[in-house]
Nanobody, 117 residues
Framework: QVQLVESGGGLVQAGGSLRLSCAAS????????MGWYRQAPGKQRELVAR???????DYADSVKGRFTISRDSAKNTVYLQMNSLKPEDTAVYYC???????????WGQGTQVTVSS
């Protein structure tokens, strides 16, 4: 069974930084599209950043220039570096993989990010 385990969330003041990690098992991250999503209370889950198997990145407009998605194939881990955090970035952040062969999505359990003003 594919497993994604997020870590790195926490409480930070506005303007601060956090780095989220997503350790994957039973799936090769560099062979699949990986993404970070977030869900704030009362809102729908939204895509934050995505990295394709080819290594191309895509970002939500609200985080462009502040967040960076990357991967370490040796560690089979995807990262989300979040800088210049704003209170509106407060949400539960989820790691996602779209498994190319199985044609389905897998999700991590989520990690809470809270940005205080």
């Amino acid at each position: 069974q594919v497993q994604l385990v997020e870590s790195g969330g926490g409480l930070v003041q506005a303007g601060g930084s956090l780095r989220l990690s997503c350790a994957a098992s039973r799936v090769i991250i560099s062979d699949n599209a990986m993404g970070w999503y977030r869900q704030a209370p009362g809102k729908q889950r939204e895509l934050v950043a995505r990295i394709t198997a080819a290594g191309n990145n895509d970002y939500a407009d609200s985080v462009k220039g502040r967040f960076t998605i990357s991967r370490d194939s040796a560690k089979n881990t995807v990262y989300l570096q979040m800088n210049s955090l704003k209170p509106e970035d407060t949400a539960v952040y989820y790691c996602n993989v779209h498994h190319m062969i199985l044609a389905r999505d897998y999700w991590g359990q989520g990690t809470q990010v809270t940005v205080s003003s």
